[in-house]
Nanobody, 127 residues
Framework: QVQLVESGGGSVQAGGSLRLSCTVS????????WGWFRQGPGKERTGVVG???????RYSDSVKGRFTISQDNAKKTLYLQMDTLKPEDTGMYYC?????????????????????WGQGTQVTVSS
């Protein structure tokens, strides 16, 4: 089990940018997966992007070309750069990890396959 702490949320106008950070404490195995999920008001939690230790990425179609995931292994931090934000991007953003294995590509955006979760950081985009 690892602990995840998100930061960087806030309020921004449509077209603006934010960068979220997720710092992990605890040990990640050689093979691991982690990513970002979001939950809008009255909506289910959905996958935004997932990344595996082998470098495989999967973005949801709704953010492809606007959001970029990256990681700093030395700082044990995962980032989500969000550009050209839209009101529909509003929601609570969660960092999630499966610290002991690689999730298959089709499952990278499925919350079912992640075991550890942060508390979330709120992102609000106004029109």
């Amino acid at each position: 089990q690892v602990q995840l702490v998100e930061s960087g949320g806030g309020s921004v106008q449509a077209g603006g940018s934010l960068r979220l950070s997720c710092t992990v404490s605890g040990k990640m195995a050689y093979s691991y997966s982690w990513g970002w999920f979001r939950q809008g008001p009255g909506k289910e939690r959905t996958g935004v992007v997932g990344i595996r230790s082998d470098g495989t990425l999967r973005y949801s179609d709704s953010v492809k070309g606007r959001f970029t995931i990256s990681q700093d292994n030395a700082k044990k931090t995962l980032y989500l750069q969000m550009d050209t934000l839209k009101p529909e991007d509003t929601g609570m953003y969660y960092c999630a990890a499966e610290p002991r294995s690689i999730i298959f590509f089709g499952g990278l955006l499925d919350a079912e396959y992640y075991t550890d979760w942060g508390q979330g950081t709120q992102v609000t985009v106004s029109s």
